[in-house]
């Protein structure tokens, strides 16, 4: 069996209890294969009779997650009213692009998005830029340009050297006195119940980082932690943590 046949089995026996599985999508980011294709997504969520964001959250995490997440982030920033510009890595459906530019109403909102599937409904939405995505960098984006970057459920999955990689990335393009918001899965997210539940089920597909490396790292790139904010994942939790640039 495959490294990715692996990660979506585990993945499905986490999910099974919930009546849903992981299949195979439509990226050319090897580490995102299996999540979420558009077109069965969209499908399930109309068959359902719900928004794509509300099937989602049932998903993968329970109702409610997402508008929580982006609510934290507007509270621990202080962030509201008009930016000038957004940066989001892996957007995917869009569901938290959506709520963020409702929010701030940037004059521009960046996308990196491998899954080209995903892309004709994020184009939809007012004001995106759609950069060219290698799974990597944000390479398209100037230096200290943007007000706010940030990502969702991306960094659980994808290997530590990338995480790292675009944690730096996201410490370039953000302005001073800008924003940087993501999700990880560290020390802090990891109690008796979830570890029990991860071993169980042999749910492979989730990495974790160090909380006290990370904040050390990054406060040597010149972002101070505002607040953070825990986020439900299937089987677990994430922890949001929420930066300014000095």
Not at 2 to 10: D, N
Not at 19 to 30: A, F, K, N, Y
Not at 35 to 64: K, N
Request: one cysteine or more; a neutral charge.
């Amino acid at each position: 069996m495959s490294v990715l046949s692996s990660a979506r089995e585990g993945a499905n026996r986490v999910l099974r209890p919930l009546g849903v599985q992981v299949v195979r999508g439509h990226s050319d980011d090897p580490a995102i294969q299996p999540f979420l294709p558009a077109r069965q997504t969209l499908a399930a969520a109309r068959r359902a009779g719900t928004s794509v964001e509300d099937y989602i959250d049932r998903y993968s995490a329970a109702p409610g997650a997402t508008a929580g997440t982006v609510d934290a982030i507007l509270r621990e920033a202080d962030l509201g009213g008009h930016v000038e510009r957004v940066c989001e890595i892996g957007p995917g459906s869009g569901r938290y692009a959506a709520r963020v530019i409702a929010a701030t109403h940037p004059d521009t909102y960046e996308i990196y998005e491998t899954a080209g599937d995903w892309l004709p409904r994020l184009r939809a939405l007012p004001n995106v830029l759609v950069r060219p995505a290698d799974g990597r960098t944000l390479s398209a984006t100037a230096s200290g340009s943007v007000d706010l970057v940030h990502a969702h459920k991306v960094f659980v999955y994808v290997p530590l050297v990338v995480t790292i990689g675009y944690l730096d990335e996201m410490a370039r393009v953000v302005r001073p006195g800008g924003i940087v918001a993501f999700d990880v899965v560290n020390e802090n997210c990891l109690d008796d119940a979830m570890t029990k539940n991860w071993v169980s089920s042999g749910a492979t597909l989730y990495g974790m980082i160090s909380r006290s490396w990370l904040l050390e790292r990054l406060a040597q790139r010149g972002l101070t932690l505002l607040g953070s904010h825990f986020v439900p994942l299937s089987g677990g939790r994430t922890e949001l943590l929420v930066f300014r640039r000095i």
